[in-house]
């Protein structure tokens, strides 16, 4: 009984101030009950970090939604919750905690876990238990060739992640005529090389040179002198973050000049410019989403970037990532499909994900066949004196790409 | 021509950082007969030295190396006083779960302190190089080189001259008649250690200056240590610097020749290969 009378109390008095607080903007108290949404994330091993950004993007939306009204499905109010469970990054493990999440825990919907590989295997199993999966953090097109038909990514696919690039370098003059591309040797950093390699034969420009090294290496010279050798006049990475520092350094260290370095990873985290300091300037990035894009996004959520920024930084204490973003996202993507199936049958949800069609500020939300969002062009970003822009698309930049990088020896 | 220069030049230069990676690592093995898997991990907390003394008071990452050093050395001491020494006359396998054991332990502790993000060391000379013909060479790269080897051919002197130094090759050459001549094994076996440990972390140092840091960053240098102490020969100074330099100039041309996606089965390679024809190592000494 004592435990009783000791835990009624403040339950009473945080159900009485949640009351206060909330019922001023919207009636959230009035919730029929909650949807619970299943993640594996990782909390420790080596995409910890990553992991972390995505956590605080799903619980940004969380929080977003229950503090105005919750998800209106048919005619019922529902607030959301997510239940994480820690992947230890490792691909295996996120599998069977998600099978863990239906099967033992009866979660009906599953956001993705962070990364390629991940994802990968917890798509095998939502197929397998026919259960919608969004994810906003594996790209590679590798997974969606499977013929699955609960995955659905809303990032754009990894063959797209440095055709922004590209596509800008072909408005600029003088328009850059040959291509060096060095990228890590796993499947989504070769997807990335391999897409910017086909673009770029396809828009008359040369690849002069186009190579693997293995992903986390810790010596890239080799690449390095290799390229210099060609004198190239756009050199681009696909990569992970510690390779795109590892490059940059290494370009400047043996003086390798072009007069665009690009990076489908890197750029846009402030690990970079915090560590290269005035070495990261004039680099370009392809990027998901940036604060700065203006996007228009429909009603039901935050719709501009700005202020999802503004927002987020308010609640985390740091600008969004792109990652942070995309995992919002992967959560606006249910959020839609859920109120437009009016139900939250798995089997239904899944429909209206597939016939999903929306902007958000994050960019369009629509899929091929396959699950992926082709539909979502990539966005480029700049570092100009340390400050992150959008450089393009035309539509939603909000600065000019600066052009041609110059030497190191006159920066 | 041109490419063939670079590559050698980039190889030896990578090849100094690897020889210090590896000279702590041969300490160890060699002498105590652990296989150190907390090596990387001392590495990355020798590199997180540097960086916090780096970003608090702008302490330059050359002058940061010396505490380091001796930070580390105070650390792996006690470690293996108070934890490895219990274990240390135990079958091969059970230090070497410990040193595994504490491996993760310390990279948790990272990350719990200094979370996953990657950090990096940017000095106001970090990528000026100098020019020699087609060879570029940056600055400091080549000063890492230089303190790599003042380091190992202290190291040398100090095996070979201190009184402490001779101790310690005559307990690995045999720890009973060293015992009965009154080495104080327990001592100097955590003087090994703490030197090992301290190596790592000079290692850490220098490692900061050429690659950005985070927890697991300790990792791949554990394997590297292992290739190049079996290359150059167990135990021994020159062991540790002629596989260092040997690794780095290979792994070089590997990339550079066979295939820069190959560049580590190159090295793998030649280390099945030396093991095949000379499995004491190319400078080390056949046991009996």
Known sequence: MGCIRVG?????????????????????????????????LAATGSTAREGELTKEGYDFWK????????????????????????????????????????????????LGPYGSANSATAAAVVERLKVPMVEGNGAAASIFSQGYKYTFAVLAPGFKYLQGILEMARTLKPVPKTVAIATANDTFSVEVGQGAADYANAHGMTVVYQNKYPAATTDVSAVVSAIKALHPDMILNG???????????????????????????GPDTPDFRKTLGKDANW????????????????????????????????????????????????CLAFMYAIERAGSLDPQKVRDAL??????????????????????????VNQIQNGELMTVWPLGVQNAKPAYPTPPWNAR | MELFAQDLVNGILAGGIFAVVALGFSLVWGIMNIINLAHGAYIMMGAYTSYVLFSTWHLDPFLSLPLAFGLLYFFGYGVQRFVINYVVRAPLLTPFLLTFGLSLLIVNVALFIFHGDTKGITTQYSGSNISIG??????????TLVVALIITTGMQAFLTASRTGRAIRAMALDIDAAQLAGVRVSHLYAVVYGLGAGLAGAAGVLISLSYSLQPSMGDPFVITAFVCCVLGGLGTVQGALVGGLLYGVLEAFGSQYVGTGLQDAVALVVLLLVLIIRPRGILGKATA
């Open chain 2, 134 to 143: 087609t060879v570029t060479i940056a600055w400091t790269k080549l000063w």
């Open chain 1, 63 to 110: 929080d977003y939604v229950n503090s105005h009204g919750g998800i209106k499905v048919a005619d019922k109010i529902y607030n959301v919750d997510i239940k994480y469970y820690d992947d230890e990054s490792n691909p295996q493990t996120a599998a069977r905690l998600i099978e863990k999440l239906v099967s033992e825990d009866h979660v009906s919907f599953i």
């Open chain 1, 239 to 265: 990569g992970h973050l510690d390779e795109a520092l590892l490059l940059q350094r290494t370009f400047k260290e043996q003086s390798v000049n072009a007069k665009i370095f690009g990076y489908s990873v």
């Open chain 1, 8 to 40: 009624g109390f403040p339950a009473l008095a945080i159900a009485g101030a949640l009351a206060l607080t909330t019922a001023v903007p919207a009636p959230a108290s009035a919730a029929n009950g909650t949807i619970v949404f299943g993640a594996a």
């Open chain 1, 354 to 379: 597939q016939h999903l069609d929306v902007v958000t500020f994050y960019g369009i939300l629509k899929f091929d066949s396959r699950g992926l969002n082709v539909y979502k062009p990539m966005a």
């Open chain 1, 283 to 330: 680099v370009f990035g392809g990027t998901q989403w940036s604060p700065t894009a203006k996007y228009r996004g429909a009603p039901g959520f935050i719709g501009d970037s700005n202020v999802y920024a503004a927002a987020f930084n308010k609640q985390y204490g740091h600008l969004p990532e792109y990652h942070n973003a995309e995992s919002t996202a992967a």
